[in-house]
T-cell receptor, first 112, second 114 residues
Framework: DTAVSQTPKYLVTQMGNDKSIKCEQN?????MYWYKQDSKKFLKIMFS???????INETVPNRFSPKSPDKAHLNLHINSLELGDSAVYFC???????????FGEGSWLTVV | GDSVTQMEGPVTLSEEAFLTINCTYT??????LFWYVQYPGEGLQLLLK?????DKGSNKGFEATYRKETTSFHLEKGSVQVSDSAVYFC?????????????FGQGTELSVKP
């Protein structure tokens, strides 16, 4: 069983489209995250939710909207996609804040 | 704010060579330290961690010791294999200063030749 799973793994879409990436964890964790990895492989946090409540919201365009329907799911919706949104998006989870964070396999987004 | 600095890559080694990837950090609190690995085309995997000064994390022949006096967490392996070729990320979590978010270094690419 995959601990943190995200879909789709690969996504190619046109500029201006709206897309979603789904994430689910079966580790029983209460804190979930979205990280973005750019073309130089640099990783930066975008959002964090604890028990469905938004606790970290970095400087991210408001075209990006996370949604956490329950503790085990954290989805990422992106409106009006731009070329610069092309990246790898990682979902992750942990048992509380400050503890070890476990990552999903990543979603490779390419905007053309 | 808190930060992590890793040695520049790429690092190219021959199989069975000794590996060191340097990592230093800046933190106002008492962070936990981590090494993650990303194999080509794959996600991030936790390699090892240390939560307090002088702790040694180890896994799959890799090890790193939390050195508070030098604010370092260097990754070492005695004999690398071709299968160790990957990008290695040093990272910290400082719950008291950064609210529990994982702060990464820039990554160091390792290439091991047969």
């Amino acid at each position: 069983d995959t601990a943190v799973s995200q879909t789709p793994k690969y996504l190619v879409t046109q500029m201006g489209n709206d897309k979603s990436i789904k994430c689910e964890q079966n580790l029983g964790h209460d804190t979930m995250y979205w990280y973005k990895q750019d073309s130089k492989k640099f990783l930066k946090i975008m959002f964090s939710y604890n028990n469905k409540e938004l606790i970290i919201n970095e400087t991210v365009p408001n075209r990006f909207s996370p949604k956490s329907p329950d503790k085990a799911h954290l989805n990422l919706h992106i409106n009006s996609l731009e070329l610069g949104d092309s990246a790898v998006y990682f979902c992750a989870s942990s048992r509380g804040r400050g503890n070890t964070i476990y990552f999903g396999e990543g979603s490779w987004l390419t905007v053309v | 704010g808190d930060s992590v600095t890793q040695m520049e890559g790429p690092v190219t080694l021959s199989e069975e060579a000794f590996l060191t990837i340097n990592c230093t950090y800046t933190a106002t609190g008492y962070p936990s330290l981590f090494w993650y690995v990303q194999y080509p085309g794959e996600g991030l995997q936790l390699l090892l961690k240390a939560t307090k000064a002088d702790d040694k994390g180890s896994n799959k022949g890799f090890e790193a010791t939390y050195r508070k006096e030098t604010t370092s967490f260097h990754l070492e392996k005695g004999s690398v294999q071709v299968s160790d070729s990957a990008v290695y990320f040093c990272a910290l979590i400082d719950i008291y200063n950064q609210g529990g978010k994982l702060i990464f270094g820039q990554g160091t690419e390792l290439s091991v030749k047969p």
